[in-house]
């Protein structure tokens, strides 16, 4: 969990806990000269209720317009008549498509979360939300075009008018494709269905992802054994997962950094930063299944020199054409952040020049549950509130196979197979039963929700921007 978050997570529970201290003493008063049993039912009732209605954290207001700038990128108006979508005019040309609309929840809102249906995919946004939101529509195009797209809301309504906008852009399945992925999944997470698609395709895994290991306690391992233990185990998921999407081990790369390091690596770029936990500081320990020599093989230190000089003879030798990797402002994990900054540097030590880069978000810091609503289906834009960069899209869609796919290569991951814990089970179940949420038979793990979708949406910066 990255500082940032913590900080408005721990805002939030300090606001939590001074509700529920006001609460439990007004029931203290409330009991004053009446049944003194009477509290205690009430009080399991509010706690229900939170469970139930009020867990969720989203740390802005939900009435707040979420706010992109498109440019010039061509748009046109929508017209909503009896429950289906038309045209005001010609649909733009374009590959992806975001459609720009204003809602208002109404009161249900607060209790179950309010959607739109959209040619029978459907699309959730906050309890309670109101205000300007971006749906990735680029899979009902032709039916709009058709004038066969059918639209219906539920526990909201549509205010003012609609419009769509179309984003040309090359298709990157037929591109040559590095993916970055700070940790054994992210590439997963953010791209399966991509690098499923592509023929020419590098996934270069940063880190060994050994931290957080506690769970492997119950092996009668102590704290460091445990972390090697993770990191060997992540490791290996790096090379072999992949290949269930198709991508040969030797395009497959584990360069074996420390999670949680990177940020620190940056700041301090000569010096080397071992494990946190495991207290391992050679990054060769789990490089043993690559197939490409790096120039940090050398001396096996954990520096941000030796990463940037990795990566930039990555970049050498691949020639990627477009490279995947976390969004520097959307995904506040530090490892995420030090991982596109790690590219930028690479990038300009490196002498091949790719063409654009596709960004991803697998966190955020301030709405755990985006993408919402159920597995399987739609995608909305995160929430961003300072247009201060022209954004474009690119999103590829998912057969209901290639989902399954995409499930079963999280399945095998080792850092999403632990059980949640109970308590979280337990306000499933209140959810599914008062608040009528949903998920998945796949895996328990959150991302199995919020990953497995029916499309994978991605930001596209030209290099020339992202180098600027």
């Not at 850092?415 to 959810?431: A, G, H, T, V």
Request: positive net charge.
């Amino acid at each position: 969990m990255t500082r940032g978050k913590q900080e408005l997570l721990k805002q939030f529970r300090r606001k939590k806990r001074l509700a529920l201290g006001i609460g439990a003493g007004l029931f203290l008063i409330a009991g004053i000269g009446i049944t003194w049993w009477i509290p205690i039912p009430l009080a399991f009732l509010v706690w229900i209720a939170h469970e139930a209605w009020f867990s969720d954290h989203f740390f802005y207001p939900a009435d707040a317009d979420y706010r992109y700038d498109f440019g010039d990128a061509p748009s046109v108006d929508l017209l909503l008549r009896d429950g289906q979508l038309s045209l005001k005019g010609q649909l733009p040309s374009g590959d992806t498509y975001i459609l720009e609309l204003r809602i208002i929840s109404d009161w249900r809102s607060r209790f179950f979360d309010p959607h739109v249906i959209i040619g029978g995919e459907r699309f959730d946004f906050e309890h309670a939300a109101k205000g300007k939101r971006f749906i990735n529509l680029n899979k009902h195009a032709q039916a709009l075009a058709d004038r066969e797209l059918t639209f219906k809301a539920r526990y909201c309504r549509i205010d003012g008018g609609m419009r769509l906008t179309a984003f040309r852009n090359a298709d990157f399945t037929r591109k040559r494709l590095m993916i970055l992925a700070p940790h054994a999944d992210d590439a997963e997470l953010a791209a399966f269905g991509v690098y499923r698609r592509t023929h020419d395709v590098l996934i270069v895994t940063l880190t060994q992802g050994e931290t957080e290991a506690e769970d492997y306690l119950k092996l009668g391992l102590d704290l460091p054994r445990c972390a090697r233990l993770k990191g060997r185990l992540r490791a290996w998921d790096s090379i072999a997962i992949p290949v269930w999407g198709g991508v040969a081990p030797e395009n497959c790369l584990q360069l074996g950094y420390y999670g949680m390091q990177l940020a620190g690596m940056h700041k301090q770029p000569d010096s080397p930063f071992g494990s946190r936990l495991s207290g391992n500081s050679d990054v060769r320990e789990v490089r043993g299944w690559n197939k490409r020599r790096l120039p940090s093989d050398g001396d096996g230190s954990p520096t941000w020199n030796n990463l940037i000089a990795d990566l930039a003879f990555l970049l050498d030798d691949f020639h990627p054409e477009a490279v995947i990797t976390p969004h520097p402002r959307i995904d506040p994990h530090p490892d995420h952040v030090a991982t596109t900054q790690a590219l930028k540097e690479a990038a300009i030590r490196s002498q091949w020049k790719f063409e654009a880069v596709l960004f991803y978000a697998n966190h955020l810091h301030d709405n755990d549950r985006w993408p919402m609503g159920p597995a399987g289906e739609g995608i909305t834009l995160p929430p961003v509130f300072n247009a201060d960069e022209r954004e474009t899209f690119w999103s590829l869609p998912l057969t209901h196979e290639m989902q399954i796919d995409k499930a079963m290569a999280l399945a095998m991951h080792h850092d999403l197979m632990p059980r949640i814990p109970f308590k979280k089970r337990i306000r499933r179940r209140i959810q599914a039963l008062l608040a009528g949420r949903q998920w998945p038979q796949t895996g328990e793990n959150e991302f199995f929700r919020k990953a497995v979708r029916s499309s994978e949406l991605f930001h596209v910066r030209l290099t020339k921007d992202f180098l600027s």
